[in-house]
């Protein structure tokens, strides 16, 4: 196993080793568990990462029961360089141009912010848990700078970290219980949905099917209808706020009244050419 050098300690965590345990020292009063951070130190055979992970845990453990300043400075110290690159790495994969300093920022704020979510049951906990922080930091980010509601999340980018539940029968009994009142809710959503899309046009059922279920794009799904893509647009707004409609009215005591849209004439045969291009 890798020793820990202190020159090579200091460029990984920020901060010297040969200071940590003045700094570890200046705590003794405010939180208790310096002697087991001091035994950490002491330990030689631990790599630059253990350490910063085992560290960063019980300092943040401490802060999430003291809130001292002291302790999130130190932590900040620690950890400020390698979830820069975290942050810096994250912004890359998605072609942002943020500032990662100010992302960074946002990161320790949060990590400030929630202590109370923490849970220090693995050695590196704070390394996971501030890899979420980052994750959900840089995303949130990214939609305030309207990059869109919806960003596609790498496989590789999902926290490692299981939940945390007590399990207990009443526990269990309840969740259960959720999750069939879920099943049903939503069972019974997809009925009206079902019910109320039969309602439409044929014109409007066929557009919808085109765009939401066959994922087809505007353009071409415009050209399978053999109309504008203008009317499309129009046609799938007007379909969706009919079905929205009528299931509200359905909930609030009401008679649907979902009515079809009206199929356009067909075009007469007798037609100037120049005319019905013009309709077209």
């Not at 009206?192 to 014109?203: D, G, H, K």
Request: charge should be positive; proline fraction near 5%.
């Amino acid at each position: 196993m890798q020793s820990t050098d202190p020159s090579n300690a200091s460029a990984q965590t920020g901060v010297s080793l040969e200071r940590l345990p003045e700094r570890i020292n200046s705590l003794k009063g405010e939180v208790a568990q310096t002697e087991h951070m001091l035994a950490l130190i002491a330990d030689r055979t631990r790599t630059h990462e253990s350490l910063r992970d085992a560290l960063s845990t019980r300092l943040m453990e401490s802060f999430r029961l003291a809130q001292t300043k002291q302790c999130f400075g130190l932590l900040y110290e620690l950890n400020s360089q390698h979830l820069y690159a975290q942050v810096a790495g994250r912004l890359r994969r998605y072609s942002s141009k943020a500032d990662p300093h100010d992302v960074l920022q946002e990161v320790f704020f949060n990590v400030y912010r929630y202590p109370h979510r923490f849970n220090s049951e693995r050695e590196d906990a704070f390394r996971v848990w501030s890899a979420m922080i980052v994750r959900n930091t840089v995303l949130k980010h990214l939609r305030s700078q309207g990059r869109g509601g919806r960003v596609e999340i790498p496989f590789e980018d999902l926290s490692d970290q299981p939940e945390a539940r007590s399990q207990n029968p009443l526990n269990g009994a309840i969740e259960k219980e959720s999750n069939a009142e879920c099943s049903r809710v939503y069972a019974n959503y997809l009925q009206l949905y079902l019910r109320f899309y039969s309602m439409l046009s044929e014109r409007e059922r066929r557009a919808l099917h085109l765009v939401e279920v066959e994922d087809y794009s505007y353009r071409v799904a415009a050209q399978d209808l053999d109309i504008k893509l203008e009317n499309l647009k129009m046609v799938i707004f007007r379909a969706r706020r009919k079905i929205h409609r009528a299931m509200r009215r359905v909930f609030d005591g009401l008679p649907p009244d979902c009515r079809p849209a009206r199929d356009p004439k067909p075009r007469a045969a007798t037609s100037k050419p120049a005319t019905e291009e013009g309709e077209r």
